[in-house]
């Protein structure tokens, strides 16, 4: 009987360590999967946060490298404006905006100017010839540019009664000519003068940076590249901004003149056209 008892607890006691060992690799076996999962996760995240910071860096390269593009390209003419005296350099540039502006002032001013000539002196002719002297100045008055202006002054001579003859509406439209050509190169005399005086600058500036040479030279009391370099650095820089200035301007001044030339040949074929218009009306005083 005591056997028979040692046997049973020595199965029961080897049954329980058979039960722990095995409750111990499950537990290490889930541990380690654990730790697997966790680590999967946490390399998967490190992964998103690593390709969210990768793009966060490309996106803020990105203007990094325009804004870099751009001082790579504003930084020499800042470098050359400085170079060349930021005072005297200033003059220049304001020669430059202030001739800048009386141009775009005056192509905007042209282009608002023009219009379809003969379209519009093709109107006023049908008008003219119907009679509707009045419906014609009326239409005139509607449309923008010298052409119009023209031909409304020419035809409320016609339809006044005493200044319907040909030789006051004739020189009705001489005169309204002259003064809107007038107005046509208005501001340019002072286009003129900052493309004289850009290069002129230029050139003042030469003869200073020359003189600072000469002035370094006496100091040093020794002629040598170094001492003389930096005045005529100076004397070209000057040189090339006004030079550069005269030449943007001038660009724009001939084009203007064209606009200018275009639109008085449009003025002197209405005025042809306005004064066989007055000769053929019943309203005219031959």
């Known amino acids: 009987m005591k056997k028979l008892f040692a046997i049973v607890a020595m199965v029961a006691v080897c049954s329980f360590g058979v039960t722990t060992s095995v409750m111990a690799q499950d537990e290490q076996a889930d541990s380690i999967a654990t730790e697997q999962v966790d680590s999967t996760a946490a390399e998967a995240e490190n992964d998103s946060v690593t390709a969210e910071v990768e793009a966060v860096d490309e996106e803020a390269a990105a203007p990094a490298v325009s804004e870099e593009e751009n001082s790579s390209i504003l930084k020499p003419v800042k470098d050359y404006f400085l170079d060349g005296g930021a005072v005297f350099m200033a003059i220049v540039a304001l020669a430059l905006v202030l001739g800048l502006a009386l141009c775009i002032e005056r192509v905007i001013y042209l282009s608002l100017s023009a219009i379809n000539t003969r379209a519009f002196m093709a109107e006023l002719a049908k008008m003219v ?17 010298p052409v119009a202006t023209v031909s409304k002054k020419a035809l409320a001579c016609l339809d006044s009664d005493d200044q319907n003859d040909i030789t006051t509406i004739e020189r009705t439209i001489n005169m309204e000519a002259e003064v809107q050509g007038t107005y046509l190169e208005e501001n340019c005399s002072w286009i003129t003068l900052f493309i004289a005086l850009a290069p002129s600058l230029g050139f003042l500036g030469t003869v200073i940076g020359m003189v600072e040479s000469f002035k370094e030279i006496e100091a040093a009391g020794d002629i040598s590249p170094t ?60």
Request: charge should be positive; include cysteine; aromatic fraction near 6%.
């Open 129 to 145: 010839a119907a009679g509707k002297v009045k419906e014609a100045v009326q239409y005139a008055s509607s449309a923008r540019g």
């Open 227 to 286: 001492v003389v370099a930096g005045g005529m650095k100076v004397a070209l820089i000057t040189t090339i901004f006004g030079i550069v200035t005269a030449i943007i301007l001038q660009v724009f001044y001939n084009y203007i003149l064209s606009r200018v030339e275009a639109l008085t040949a449009n003025m002197e074929e209405a005025a042809q056209e306005l004064l066989v218009m007055c000769v053929k009306s019943d309203k005219c005083k031959k």
